[in-house]
């Protein structure tokens, strides 16, 4: 036996990397609300509030809260088109079978339920992982995006990446409404 062999304790106050991870997707997905906030904050005059909501510094400018809570709505609106792609793939997917009563004639992998279920299932995995990835880049391009906020510095792409990211999103929504007709 070896009696000096002692062991410590994980320390709480380090998140673990799935609750970071979850907690940067979380952040993504209420990057509307969030930023809808602070954008009505910043125009009522309520600049702390807005502020906060950005976790901005106390001294930056309201000009500059104003405009970082525009595109922190715009982002938000990405987010939120990113969420309905990743619920959309999981109820049509891994619940396939209870979304969807039959028959399965004309389904992908049908005419049974249980090749219908698992091609549905198939397609929607790398679908839904894609919208996971691209939602906690969300988060980490918006954790840049704001760098300016708190006093740090910002990479010269991303905000182009932020507005070439709002034009795919909008165009991704226009392809997705006309095939609905």
């Not at 940067?24 to 906060?52: D, I, K, N």
């Not at 405009?67 to 938000?76: C, E, M, S």
Request: hydrophobic share 50%; glycine share 14%.
């Amino acid at each position: 036996m070896n009696a000096s062999r002692t062991t410590t304790a994980p320390s709480l106050s380090a998140p673990s990397a799935s609750r970071r991870f979850g907690r940067r997707l979380g952040g993504a997905v209420a990057l509307f609300p969030v930023g809808l906030f602070a954008l009505l904050a910043e125009l009522g005059g309520q600049s702390g509030s807005a502020r906060r909501a950005l976790r901005a510094d106390p001294g930056a400018s309201s000009p500059r809260v104003l405009t970082q809570a525009l595109l922190t709505v715009l982002l938000g609106v990405l987010a939120l088109i990113l969420a309905g792609v990743l619920a959309l793939g999981i109820a049509r997917g891994l619940f396939y079978g209870f979304v969807d009563s039959g028959p399965y004639d004309g389904s992908w992998g049908g005419p049974g339920k249980a090749g219908a279920w698992l091609a549905h299932f198939g397609v929607s995995v790398p679908i839904c992982g894609a919208a996971v990835g691209l939602l906690y880049g969300l988060g980490a391009l918006h954790r840049r995006m704001t760098a300016p906020l708190r006093g740090e510095h910002r990479p010269a792409w991303v905000l182009p990446a932020v507005l070439l990211s709002c034009a795919a999103a909008v165009l991704f929504l226009v392809a997705f409404v006309h095939q609905l007709d």
